[in-house]
C-alpha cells in the first residue's frame, strides 16, 4: 500500500465549477497535510497546509481534512483555466521527517 | 531572498559520467530535502538535511548517490557512474522547522543521460 494515494484523473470540470480533489494516507499518525499544485514541466507550488480536522478556506481554495478517515480533500471554487494543473497531495509522517507525495491529479478546466 | 534556486536548470550527461547539482535555500530555512520525480509521478523523497546534518536518507538511495550541507546553506547531490534509469528532475526543497514543517521547492534540474 502507498503512503499516499491520489486519483491520478484526469479530472475535467467546466469553468466556474468546483473541482474536488481526494487524498487518501496510510500513517495514521501523519500530523501534516499538504496540497501543491505542479504546472507542467515546473517545480510544484503550495497551495495550502492543513494540520487539524475540519476545513480551512483560502480564497477560492478550501482544504478539508478526516483524520479518523485518513481523508484529506481539496475543494476549488470557481474554476479558472489557469487551474489547469496537476495537484499533490503531501503528508508528513509521523516521525516528521519524510514527505510522501501522491501521484497527484490531473485537472483540466474546460472554459 | 526569492526562494530556492538550483543549479543547473538542465543537465544532459552521458551514461558512466558523474554529475553534481547545486541547491541553495530560502536563507533562514534550516531544512532542506532532495526529491526526484519522473513523469506521472509524484516526488519521490530521497535525502533531508537539518542544518549539516542529514538526519534521513531514503532507501531507494544508491551507493552511487551522495549529499551534502557542508557549512548548513547550500547543498550539493552527487550522483556517480550514472544511469539512464537517472534520468529525472531533481527537486529541492528548504522549510523552517517549526509551523507545520511547509516545504518550498526550488525550479528544479532536468537530468538527462544518455
Known amino acids: 500500500q502507498k503512503e499516499v494515494e491520489q486519483n491520478s484523473g484526469p479530472l475535467s470540470v467546466p469553468e466556474g465549477a468546483i473541482a474536488s480533489l481526494n487524498c487518501t494516507y496510510s500513517d495514521r499518525g501523519s500530523q501534516s497535510f499538504f496540497w501543491y499544485r505542479q504546472y507542467s514541466g515546473k517545480s510544484p507550488e503550495l497551495i495550502m497546509s492543513?494540520?487539524?480536522?475540519g476545513d480551512k478556506e483560502d480564497g477560492r481554495f478550501t482544504a478539508q481534512l478526516n483524520k479518523a478517515s485518513q481523508y484529506v480533500s481539496l475543494l476549488i471554487r470557481d474554476s479558472q483555466p489557469s487551474d489547469s494543473a496537476t495537484y499533490l497531495c503531501?503528508?508528513?509522517?509521523?516521525?516528521?521527517?519524510?514527505?510522501?507525495f501522491g501521484t497527484g491529479t490531473s485537472l483540466t478546466v474546460i472554459p | 531572498d526569492t526562494g530556492v534556486s538550483q543549479d543547473p536548470r538542465h543537465k544532459i550527461t552521458k551514461r558512466g559520467q558523474n554529475v553534481t547539482f547545486r541547491c541553495d535555500p530560502i536563507?533562514?530555512?534550516?531544512?532542506l530535502y532532495w526529491y526526484r520525480q519522473t513523469l506521472g509521478q509524484g516526488p519521490e523523497f530521497l535525502t533531508y538535511?537539518?542544518?549539516?546534518?542529514?538526519?534521513?536518507k531514503s532507501r531507494l538511495l544508491s551507493d552511487r548517490f551522495s549529499a551534502e550541507r557542508p557549512k548548513g546553506s547550500f547543498s550539493t547531490l552527487e550522483i556517480q557512474r550514472t544511469e539512464q534509469g537517472d534520468s529525472a528532475m531533481y527537486l529541492c526543497a528548504s522549510s523552517l522547522a517549526m509551523g507545520g514543517d511547509t516545504q518550498y521547492f526550488g525550479p528544479g534540474t532536468r537530468l538527462t543521460v544518455l
Open positions: 503531501a503528508v508528513n509522517t509521523n516521525t516528521g521527517n519524510q514527505f510522501y
Open positions: 538535511f537539518q542544518n549539516e546534518a542529514q538526519l534521513e
Open positions: 536563507s533562514e530555512h534550516n531544512r
Open positions: 492543513i494540520y487539524s480536522n
